[in-house]
Nanobody, 118 residues
């Protein structure tokens, strides 16, 4: 697993934008698929998007066309550009490695809070 630090969250109005960053430590970052996840109050953590080491991206349907995931392997950093934000995007956002068994990952960062006001 990688150690991560998420940042960039904040309070924005509906329709606004934020750019989240995920700084990772560990030599496996550049070769690992990485993902963004979020957990809204009272809900389970959900996967939002992932990016392979080569830059292939996949998004959950609810954020397609609004969010863009990217990575800079030289900087061990991953990003999530979020545009056209909606109140339902309000959550704590986390980053971590991505695999089909991500639900079993035991080590998570502190996350970054995103709040979208209506």
């Amino acid at each position: 697993q990688v150690q991560v630090v998420e940042s960039g969250g904040g309070l924005v109005q509906t329709g606004g934008s934020l750019r989240l960053s995920c700084e990772a430590s560990g030599s496996i970052f550049s070769t690992s698929p990485m993902g963004w996840y979020r957990q809204a109050p009272g809900k389970q953590r959900e996967w939002v998007a992932f990016i392979t080491s080569g830059g292939y991206t996949v998004y959950v349907e609810s954020v397609k066309g609004r969010f863009t995931i990217s990575r800079d392997n030289a900087k061990n950093t991953m990003y999530l550009q979020m545009n056209s934000l909606k109140p339902e995007d309000t959550a704590v956002y986390y980053c971590n490695v991505y695999n089909p068994g991500w639900h079993k990952l035991s080590s998570w960062g502190q996350g970054t809070q995103v709040t979208v006001s209506s």
